[in-house]
């Protein structure tokens, strides 16, 4: 799986650039991407929005997603591309085919093996319909469907007759997983010529002990180069963006190539040499050149790896290696030859030394003088004074070179924390200027740890700011979708409602304790709970109403403007909710919701659905709240000091007719309405003759004492509904009214428009009739 996880990012775990789809991820990666990505729309995202969303519903399988009419149209779209021209028996195959490529994840990935049909004269003038890939799912991607080829398939007719079976053949992706190892292979064998050629034309004893070994080695080598040549003939090359998989245009396209010339080169037979100057490694020295080849891998490899700078350390090391190598065998060389012509100036037991004690002796020597340690044996003859010269001031250059390349490795390993450690070096500045209370100060360190245990990133946007916003994008939406999609208002919603909420996502962080927002405020955010554990909480803050985990929401009352503060205060939290631990949110921007609901309707009606299941908790409670809350600034309300909730205040079924005499003491509707005292300070006899009314009933009938109290409850409940009935004409009222503003409103907002219209056309030079038609059409749409 070398392509996975090629991104810079902690998060990504499969990494796609070529297939466009990136595997999902954990959480904590390309959090900015969110913001940059979703940021104000942006043109060109946008454009990308509907393959963004193609992306989603495949990613979200189309089994999920069935429900909804535009994934049902892109999961046609994925599939509908396979199934055009196949016979029932190939498409079969294609099935299996695609199943496992994508049970394997990875045809969009690589798309190493495909299959496509192929007729005999496609390389000349491949027909309309070949140039769809039947297998490759890039309908998903947005990739071409043609452009990964890998399996070819050639289903061959000729003058609409079968002329063969079904046959494959091979054309190799060049940014795919095979090209890749396959160079790796390549790569090898040139190692080995790098190392072995020179050691055996320097030390050429070993020539006869070892001979066959060297051979079938060499060989081996060289059916690799040559193996390396017909791989070139079917490894695609992209054609205006387009990877070409014609066989015949590859064919042309690689021998016209200087490749070809050089891979020519690199297999240039001088062993024939061998028959008259004898077995001497020195004529293979064409196989080097194959080094393009070499630096062209560790280059994708650096490229790819997630170990960048083990990788560089390594590279680094075989390379001084391989120079101290090729300058020990240069002057075991010159030294065999006596060519400064003092004997014994470096080994003092030639005569007895084997070859790779030999080999040794000239290795540290040439370890010594290159890394400028010194200590050499000291030149005796001018040519050897030379030699030493050149050798350490070589030395001095590699030297600098290495520490150079060491010194930018060590910059990169810590170049995140530094930055990281700039930033709280920065705050904690500021706090100590400031004077802030030594308990907050530990309270932002602490935060600045675990975002650094977590994220191992202080700005996640400026990971990603290089990449284009379509990228950022499927990062963002890959990174986060496993969060998402444990959302309840997100499932078997439709995938464009996902990723249109997913570009408007914004990461943050809270600490424990901090509240993210609090009853009474007015919400301009709704979040999504991606890590952490969060309590809504009553007033007191201690009464918890419900606990928060990963994939809950909250927040969205007040946003949808259903808080139970009435229309007006609508908009008011109506809870207060607060982080336990560190909580990981996703804030959305009241502004981005509700642009995405005006596009996603069925959306709106489920968030509605459950905000209105959550309301209902509070109905109790603030009812009886209400009841009593709304009689101070009601004027025909009652007041009561007590609590009762309005269920209580319903009259038994069958009240008793209440007897009256003249003897009784004046009953409670003559209080009410003989003392000066106003109604609203009755509410508290209201209770009490509920409750008498619920003791005569009991008592079946009563005494002439209680007789008043029934009558007394009655006359005010009838003051109740009559209120009530009141302050419902009132409500419509000021609802007709509202209705009537809004639309003279709209009426004068129409006419300035028209009348900025108006304007414009006199300064571009007079509007035509067409457009005043059509003001004219949009003028009654809106009235
Ligand atoms: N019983 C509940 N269960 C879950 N969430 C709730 C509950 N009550 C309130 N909330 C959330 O707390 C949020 C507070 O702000 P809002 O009123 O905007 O939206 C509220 C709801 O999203």
């Not at 790896?305 to 090729?326: A, D, E």
């Not at 009559?722 to 609802?735: A, D, F, Q």
Request: net charge positive.
């Amino acid at each position: 799986m070398y392509y996975q996880r090629k991104f810079p990012l902690g998060g990504v775990k499969q990494g796609a650039l070529e297939g466009g789809a990136l595997g999902g991820g954990g959480g904590g990666g390309a959090l900015g991407a969110l913001r940059a990505a979703g940021s104000p729309p942006a043109p060109s995202l946008g454009a990308s929005r509907h393959s963004l969303i193609e992306m989603m519903t495949c990613r979200l399988g189309s089994r999920r997603l069935g429900g909804s009419r535009g994934s049902l149209q892109a999961g046609t779209t994925c599939s509908a591309a396979s199934e055009l021209d196949l016979s029932s028996r190939s498409r079969r195959a294609h099935k299996a085919r695609l199943k496992l490529l994508s049970a394997s994840g990875e045809a969009p990935l690589l798309g190493g093996w495909r299959s496509t049909p192929h007729t005999p004269h496609a390389s000349a003038t491949p027909a309309p319909h070949h140039s769809h890939n039947h297998l490759a799912p890039q309908h998903c991607n947005g990739t071409d469907s043609g452009s990964r080829g890998g399996l070819r398939r050639r289903s061959t007719y000729a003058s609409g007759r079968l002329r063969s079976g079904p046959h494959w053949s091979f054309v190799f992706d060049p940014a795919g997983r095979l090209c890749y190892y396959w160079s790796m292979v390549v790569s090898l064998a040139f190692l080995y010529n790098l190392w072995v050629i020179v050691y055996r034309f320097a030390f050429q004893e070993i020539n006869g002990e070892t001979l066959i070994v060297w051979f079938c080695l060499d060989y081996f080598s060289d059916f690799l180069y040559l193996a390396d040549i017909l791989f070139h003939f079917r490894t695609g090359y992209l054609e205006d963006g387009v990877l070409q998989t014609d066989a015949a245009k590859l064919r042309a396209h690689y021998m016209n190539s200087t490749t070809f010339y050089i891979d020519c080169l690199c297999l240039l037979p001088l062993d024939f040499l061998y028959l008259s100057i004898g077995f001497n490694s020195i004529l293979r020295s064409f196989r080097l050149v194959k080094i393009y080849r070499f630096w062209a891998f560790m280059d994708r490899t650096e490229r790819h790896t997630n170990y960048p700078n083990l990788f560089r350390s390594t590279s680094l090391i075989h390379y001084l290696l391989v120079i101290f190598h090729w300058n020990g065998c240069l002057y075991h060389i010159i030294y065999k030859n006596n060519g400064f012509g003092s004997k014994n100036w470096v080994y003092h037991d030639t005569e007895t030394a084997d070859v790779v004690k030999q080999y040794l002796q000239s290795y540290y020597w040439c370890t010594l003088a290159l890394t400028t340690i010194g200590d050499l044996p000291r030149p005796r003859s001018k040519g050897e004074y030379v030699f030493v010269i050149a050798q350490l001031l070589f030395g001095l250059l590699l030297f600098a070179t290495v520490l150079g390349h060491v010194a930018n490795i060590v910059t990169s390993v810590s170049t995140a924390r530094k930055e990281f450690q700039a930033k709280l070096d920065g705050v904690k500045t500021y706090m100590r200027m400031r004077r802030v209370p030594t308990h907050l100060q530990v309270k932002v360190i602490k935060w600045f740890d675990y975002l650094w245990l977590t994220q191992k990133c202080s700005d996640e946007e400026k990971a990603v700011s290089c990449l284009p916003d379509k990228l950022k994008a499927e990062i963002a939406i890959n990174v986060h979708l496993d969060t998402l999609k444990r959302v309840e208002i997100f499932q078997n919603t439709e995938a464009g409602f996902l990723c249109e909420l997913v570009l408007r996502l914004r990461p943050v962080l809270f600490s424990p304790g901090d509240y993210i927002c609090r009853k009474g405020e007015v919400g301009k955010e709704m979040y999504i709970v991606n890590r952490g554990k969060l309590q809504v909480v009553g007033d007191n803050g201690k009464t918890v109403l419900a606990t928060l985990k990963a994939g809950s929401y909250f927040g969205e009352i007040s946003i949808l403007n259903m808080g139970t503060a009435g229309k007006q205060l609508g908009n008011r939290r109506t809870a207060s909710v607060r982080s336990v631990g560190y909580s990981d949110l996703f804030v959305l921007s009241k502004k981005d919701m509700w642009d995405v609901l005006k596009e996603y309707p069925a959306a709106r009606v489920r968030l509605e659905a459950i905000a209105v299941k959550r309301l209902e908790k509070y109905k109790k409670a603030p009812l009886e709240k209400v009841a009593m809350g709304r009689c101070q600034s009601t004027p025909g309300l009652v007041e009561t000091s007590g609590r009762i909730p309005i269920e209580e205040m319903q009259l038994p079924a069958a009240p008793l007719p209440p007897p009256l005499h003249s003897s009784h003491p004046p009953s409670y509707r003559d209080q009410l309405y003989s003392s000066s005292v106003s109604p609203l300070r009755v509410a508290s006899p209201v209770a009490s003759c509920a409750s008498s009314a619920r003791s005569s009933a009991a008592g079946g009938g009563g005494g002439g004492a209680g007789g008043g109290a029934p009558r007394a409850f009655i006359d005010s409940h009838e003051v109740l509904e009559s209120e009530i009935k009141r302050l419902r004409e009132r409500l419509y009222t000021v609802e007709t009214e509202n209705a009537a503003m809004s639309a003279k409103l709209s009426q004068q907002q129409w006419e300035v428009d028209q009348r900025l219209q108006e304007i414009e056309m006199q300064i571009c030079g007079g509007s035509s009739l067409s457009s005043q038609e059509e003001n004219e059409r949009n003028r009654e749409s809106i009235i």
